[in-house]
């Protein structure tokens, strides 16, 4: 088991080490009433302009009253987290650009000697720039991922704190996801804000993982801690209901690796069954944290995948980070513990025990909810079609540093069986090695778990054949692929049966997209396109030809609910909504979703 980058890597970002377990940490929710100033000609980003520039403090009153354009005070509120496209000004819905938050914050009250404070971002979308009492702590680029700069010492004790944001949530070239994504872009403050108050030195990062060796069952953990006595330093873990206490001492980077053994039959493995979460305490003279952690191996044998030993068919679904809304303009990107329980849940009835969640880091509430409830988890970041300079170098590192915070977040949760890579890349040798080493990144952070990316249509096959060559196959362990036979093209749902599947590699597939638009209510003959009819008919097909690949090891349709793109230009069905969900974007229940219920729970392991 490997770490992420260090200490120093990380401040390399503008960001501070992230205080690991956010949930588990002492801290203060800054989400509420923030003000709230559109930037569209991004004058608060003019350095050469001082004297123009948006005050970084509550109330800058220039000389000449230069500033006279703007005020704090007479700003408009807006609620963080949310997006403001869908919770404030009408106009705002497709804005993207530049937009200014400010609120002020109390420090702390009584931190005893040498604790450490954090500003914890959950996700801001796109390009975050903060700023504490006038002065700049940095920039944050990536929308999906969360990010932290230490205030420590920075927060004036009497009085209040200025907390300026601003994000930038324009798409363009060269960004990850770039300027063409099939997803609404919400922008803004998307997910909760924190002070997170740490000891001076803490736990700042762990993983714990099972594996098997000799017969034997091994958790292997490896615990960094981070603060001037970090080197030499006693750590302990402890899972009390496994009767399991070991302590290994820090080496001179702050990390310690540690090997326990359960009892022989003591461990319950996690699995969707039996979703066991066990309490793991980690302790050093300074700190302690508690998660709750599953337990669970994940391996391919042969073109099966293999879960706890044995294999595994993935009944399963896409999502995307958008909550069901109580009317068509309801929605959004903020999402709750119940908004993300009612996705997973709605997964769970349908007879998931997979979930697919694209494309790009959901919500942590996911994962952790995911864990709970027993749902397989593919985790993506956004390396997304064409639109990505694959001979970038500023690309990839965006790239990579996305898919190690997203690793680092989400290791203990043992519902995370796949990280993936990429969706529907082109097939160049640029694209190739940008992808080989995000791969190696993601073996050498965690080789626990499997490795995917979601491939695209082989030069080599033709509408009736479909074949899997793609020389990025060879280093995945899973493969996965897109296919819309029936929607795109020329051919219908009845032509489904005579596609001929051919792979060159002999490893488990998924389809990991599949399906059709229909507008819930729209109703008519089967070959009817737009109808619920239609989409229930290629369902039918392409379950029963998925049924008769004995390859293909798990589906992942395309999609639990109708969600916002801004490429769905048909006023009369899409009207900005991308129609392929199984339910409405308001949770009603499609034709469509009764089809693929029946399949997965009348079929433990369907082929």
Same mark, same amino acid.
């Given at each position: 088991?490997?770490?992420?980058?260090?200490?120093?890597?990380?401040?390399?970002?503008?960001?501070?080490?992230?205080?690991?377990?956010?949930?588990? @940490?002492?801290?203060?929710?800054?989400?509420?009433?923030? @003000?709230?100033?559109?930037?569209?000609?991004?004058?608060?980003?003019?350095?050469?302009?001082?004297?123009?520039? #948006?005050?970084?403090?509550?109330?800058?009153?220039?000389?000449?009253?230069?500033?006279?354009?703007?005020?704090?005070?007479?700003?408009?509120?807006?609620?963080?987290?949310?997006?403001?496209?869908?919770?404030?000004?009408?106009?705002?819905?497709?804005?993207?650009?530049?937009?200014?938050?400010?609120?002020?914050?109390?420090?702390? =009250?009584?931190?005893?000697?040498?604790?450490?404070?954090?500003?914890?971002?959950?996700?801001?979308?796109?390009?975050?720039?903060?700023?504490?009492?006038?002065?700049?702590?940095?920039?944050?680029?990536?929308?999906? %991922?969360?990010?932290?700069?230490?205030?420590?010492?920075?927060?004036?004790?009497?009085?209040?704190?200025?907390?300026?944001?601003?994000?930038?949530?324009?798409?363009?070239?060269?960004?990850?996801?770039?300027?063409?994504?099939?997803?609404?872009?919400?922008?803004? #403050? %998307?997910?909760?804000?924190?002070?997170?108050?740490?000891?001076?030195?803490?736990?700042?990062?762990?993983?714990?993982?099972?594996?098997?060796?000799?017969?034997?069952?091994?958790?292997?953990?490896?615990?960094?801690?981070?603060?001037?006595?970090? =080197? *030499?330093?006693?750590?302990?873990?402890?899972?009390?209901?496994?009767?399991?206490?070991?302590?290994?001492?820090? *080496?001179?980077?702050?990390?310690? %690796?540690?090997?326990?053994?359960?009892?022989?039959?003591?461990?319950?493995?996690?699995?969707?069954?039996?979703?066991?979460?066990? =309490?793991?305490? #980690?302790?050093?003279?300074?700190?302690?944290?508690?998660?709750?952690?599953?337990?669970?191996?994940?391996?391919?044998?042969?073109?099966?995948?293999?879960?706890?030993?044995?294999?595994?068919?993935?009944?399963?679904?896409?999502?995307?980070?958008?909550?069901?809304?109580?009317?068509?303009?309801?929605?959004?990107?903020?999402?709750?513990?119940?908004?993300?329980?009612?996705?997973?849940?709605?997964?769970?009835?349908?007879?998931?025990?997979?979930?697919?969640?694209?494309?790009?880091?959901? /919500?942590?509430?996911?994962?952790?909810?995911?864990?709970?409830?027993?749902?397989?988890?593919?985790?993506?970041?956004?390396?997304?079609?064409? *639109?990505?300079?694959?001979?970038?170098?500023?690309? &990839?590192?965006?790239?990579?540093?996305?898919?190690?915070?997203?690793?680092?977040?989400?290791?203990?949760?043992?519902?995370?069986?796949?990280?993936?890579?990429?969706?529907?890349?082109?097939?160049?040798?640029?694209?190739?090695?940008?992808?080989?080493?995000?791969?190696?990144? =993601?073996?050498?952070?965690?080789?626990?778990?499997?490795? /995917?990316?979601?491939?695209?249509? /082989?030069?080599?096959?033709? *509408?009736?054949?479909?074949?899997?060559?793609?020389?990025?196959?060879?280093?995945?362990?899973?493969?996965?692929?897109?296919?819309? #036979?029936?929607?795109?093209?020329?051919?219908?749902?009845?032509?489904?049966?005579?596609?001929?599947?051919?792979?060159?590699?002999?490893?488990?597939? &998924?389809?990991?997209?599949?399906?059709?638009?229909?507008?819930?209510?729209?109703?008519?003959?089967?070959?009817?396109?737009?109808?619920?009819?239609?989409?229930?008919?290629?369902?039918?097909?392409?379950?029963?030809?998925?049924?008769?690949?004995?390859?293909?090891?798990?589906?992942?349709?395309?999609?639990?609910?109708?969600?916002?793109?801004?490429?769905?230009?048909?006023?009369?069905?899409?009207?900005?909504?991308?129609?392929?969900?199984?339910?409405?974007?308001?949770?009603?229940?499609?034709?469509?979703?009764?089809?693929?219920?029946?399949?997965? %729970?009348?079929?433990?392991?369907?082929?």
């Amino acid at each position: 088991m490997s770490i992420p980058p260090t200490n120093d890597e990380l401040k390399t970002h503008g960001t501070a080490p992230l205080p690991h377990n956010l949930y588990a @940490r002492e801290r203060i929710d800054l989400s509420g009433s923030w @003000r709230f100033l559109v930037d569209p000609v991004e004058r608060g980003l003019r350095n050469q302009y001082p004297r123009y520039t #948006i005050p970084r403090d509550e109330k800058q009153q220039p000389l000449g009253g230069l500033l006279v354009e703007y005020d704090w005070d007479s700003a408009p509120a807006i609620t963080v987290p949310g997006d403001w496209n869908t919770q404030s000004n009408p106009r705002l819905f497709w804005y993207e650009g530049l937009a200014w938050y400010r609120r002020h914050i109390a420090a702390p =009250a009584q931190l005893a000697p040498g604790q450490r404070v954090f500003l914890y971002f959950e996700a801001a979308n796109y390009r975050s720039h903060i700023y504490l009492n006038g002065e700049k702590l940095g920039v944050h680029e990536g929308g999906f %991922t969360p990010f932290a700069f230490e205030v420590t010492g920075r927060l004036k004790a009497i009085g209040a704190n200025s907390l300026v944001v601003g994000v930038d949530s324009k798409r363009q070239f060269g960004n990850v996801p770039g300027s063409d994504a099939d997803w609404f872009n919400y922008g803004g #403050i %998307t997910r909760p804000v924190w002070l997170v108050i740490t000891p001076g030195s803490f736990i700042q990062h762990y993983s714990l993982a099972l594996s098997e060796h000799a017969g034997r069952e091994i958790i292997t953990a490896t615990v960094r801690l981070d603060g001037a006595h970090s =080197a *030499d330093a006693a750590v302990t873990i402890r899972i009390p209901e496994l009767k399991l206490e070991t302590i290994v001492r820090t *080496d001179a980077q702050g990390c310690a %690796t540690f090997k326990l053994f359960p009892a022989p039959g003591a461990l319950a493995r996690w699995s969707p069954e039996s979703p066991k979460l066990y =309490a793991v305490i #980690i302790a050093t003279d300074t700190d302690r944290i508690e998660d709750r952690i599953g337990f669970r191996t994940i391996a391919v044998r042969g073109d099966d995948i293999i879960l706890n030993g044995r294999s595994i068919f993935l009944r399963g679904i896409s999502i995307h980070e958008e909550r069901i809304g109580i009317r068509e303009d309801d929605g959004g990107r903020k999402l709750d513990w119940n908004d993300a329980r009612r996705l997973l849940t709605e997964a769970k009835a349908l007879g998931c025990n997979f979930v697919r969640l694209a494309h790009y880091p959901h /919500s942590e509430k996911m994962t952790r909810l995911a864990d709970e409830l027993g749902l397989l988890v593919w985790s993506e970041i956004p390396v997304y079609q064409e *639109d990505i300079p694959y001979t970038d170098p500023h690309t &990839l590192k965006l790239a990579r540093r996305m898919q190690s915070d997203n690793i680092a977040r989400d290791q203990n949760r043992a519902s995370v069986i796949i990280w993936s890579v990429a969706n529907e890349t082109p097939l160049t040798s640029a694209r190739l090695a940008f992808l080989r080493t995000l791969i190696a990144d =993601a073996r050498a952070q965690d080789p626990s778990r499997l490795i /995917s990316a979601a491939l695209n249509r /082989s030069p080599n096959g033709s *509408d009736r054949e479909i074949v899997i060559d793609d020389p990025l196959g060879e280093h995945l362990d899973v493969l996965a692929y897109n296919t819309y #036979i029936g929607w795109y093209g020329a051919l219908s749902p009845a032509d489904i049966p005579s596609v001929t599947w051919r792979t060159i590699y002999h490893k488990p597939l &998924l389809l990991s997209e599949f399906g059709t638009d229909a507008k819930c209510g729209t109703r008519g003959q089967k070959e009817s396109r737009w109808t619920e009819e239609y989409q229930a008919w290629f369902y039918e097909q392409t379950l029963a030809g998925a049924s008769r690949t004995p390859w293909i090891k798990g589906l992942s349709p395309w999609i639990l609910k109708d969600f916002r793109s801004p490429r769905r230009f048909r006023a009369d069905y899409q009207n900005y909504w991308n129609r392929k969900g199984l339910i409405s974007e308001t949770g009603e229940r499609k034709q469509a979703w009764q089809v693929l219920h029946d399949f997965y %729970t009348n079929n433990d392991n369907p082929p």
